[in-house]
Antibody
Framework: QVQLQESGPGLVKPSQTLSLTCTVSGGSISSGGYYWSWIRQHPGKGLEWIGYIYYSGSTYYNPSLKSRVTISVDTSKNQFSLKLSSVTAADTAVYYC????????????WGQGTLVTVSS | EIVLTQSPGTLSLSPGERATLSCRASQSVSSSYLAWYQQKPGQAPRLLIYGASSRATGIPDRFSGSGSGTDFTLTISRLEPEDFAVYYCQQYGSSPQYTFGQGTKLEIK
């Protein structure tokens, strides 16, 4: 059973960089065949896809966030990470990591989510 | 960008009743790339339906999906108490590669 777990600071100051890591267990990122994504949900709102990374390191970002987002992968640790720069209060959200399944079209496994608050 | 509009925003029904949730796309979506999720408070979304009509692993057969082009439907044939939650549709393929509808809240009447 694949499991994903987000980790990182729950509080980030405005203008700083939000950094989160997703640790994958029960499956290997380096086996390929899946996209590893970050998705966020503003409080009480819907879901917004941020971007994904493939095991090879290739990435694709949501154009609305592309200028501030970096997703990287560490296959030796079976982890992938999110960096979001120049954060504002509008970036306060629950951040999920998720796996896009075998045809890449849907998210079959999700982390539990972690709330990140942007505040001074 | 393909916008997914879900209706109704809130649906009030009783256990045992049938629920019909709609997802309309601003442009045609490949049926292969339309999914539905269920989200309960404090939990991550759970994949219910993929490819517009295929149930994900472990999903009861009271959940069914249908539709094509720009109109898709999630039907819950007979509501159980644990089905009351928020439901999202999601499409894949058009930049941004993944977009979600705004959600339908299914509440107990």
């Amino acid at each position: 059973q694949v499991q994903l777990q987000e980790s990182g600071p729950g509080l980030v100051k405005p203008s700083q960089t939000l950094s989160l890591t997703c640790t994958v267990s029960g499956g290997s990122i380096s086996s390929g065949g899946y996209y590893w994504s970050w998705i966020r949900q503003h409080p009480g709102k819907g879901l917004e896809w941020i971007g994904y990374i493939y095991y090879s390191g290739s990435t694709y970002y949501n154009p609305s966030l592309k200028s501030r987002v970096t997703i990287s992968v560490d296959t030796s640790k079976n982890q992938f990470s999110l960096k979001l720069s120049s954060v504002t209060a509008a970036d306060t959200a629950v951040y999920y990591c998720a796996r896009a399944g075998e045809d890449y079209s849907n998210f079959d496994y999700w982390g539990q989510g972690t709330l990140v608050t942007v505040s001074s | 960008e393909i916008v997914l509009t879900q209706s109704p925003g809130t649906l009030s029904l009783s256990p045992g009743e049938r629920a019909t949730l709609s997802c309309r796309a601003s442009q045609s979506v490949s049926s292969s790339y339309l999914a539905w999720y269920q989200q309960k408070p404090g939990q991550a979304p759970r994949l219910l339906i993929y490819g517009a009509s295929s149930r994900a692993t472990g999903i009861p057969d009271r959940f069914s999906g249908s539709g094509s082009g720009t109109d898709f439907t999630l039907t819950i044939s007979r509501l159980e108490p644990e089905d009351f939650a928020v439901y999202y549709c999601q499409q894949y393929g058009s930049s941004p590669q993944y977009t979600f509808g705004q959600g339908t809240k299914l509440e107990i009447k």
